[in-house]
């Protein structure tokens, strides 16, 4: 990844920065974190005979927000993207972005306006919700 750490003067810091004040490696971390509890809440919410709750659906739910997750970070580790004010964002649009690609080509049809629109909202509320917390928890010490 990065070789920026939490803090310095080129890695701002917030709740809608790409690290909120971590170190880059367990920002991605906490990313990943997100997105898998994203999959697996969309797993249970839609457990059905057809869509059953188990590892390997978890997974197949899953990977596609995972590329999105790897390849932005992987931009900003490459120095195609720098960390600024509102990198947060771009990080929750590339991450749905991608995953629904993937998610398209995967099932080869375009994703219900409805799974895009739940997507997109869980994953500002997981991916922006973690950065919070964790801005809140620092801002206090």
Do not use: K
């Not at 720098?82 to 649009?93: E, L, N």
């Not at 590339?94 to 375009?110: K, N, Q």
Request: no cysteine; glycine share 8%; proline share 5%.
């Amino acid at each position: 990844m990065s070789n920026r750490d939490a803090g310095s003067s080129t890695d701002p810091v917030g709740p809608t920065s790409a690290t909120a004040g971590l170190s880059t490696r367990n920002a991605v971390i906490a990313d990943v974190v997100a997105v898998l509890v994203f999959a697996l809440l969309a797993r249970m919410a839609h457990n059905s005979d057809e869509l059953p709750l188990s590892f390997t659906g978890w997974l197949d739910t899953t990977w596609p927000f995972l590329i999105g997750i790897a390849l932005i970070w992987g931009l900003l580790a490459a120095g195609r993207i720098h960390p600024a004010p509102g990198s947060a964002w771009v990080i929750v649009g590339a991450t749905w972005v991608v995953g629904m690609l993937f998610w398209a080509l995967r099932h080869s049809e375009v994703p219900h306006w409805s799974f895009m629109i739940v997507a997109a909202v869980m994953l500002i509320v997981l991916l922006i919700g973690w950065r919070v917390i964790i801005s809140r928890i620092t801002a206090r010490r």
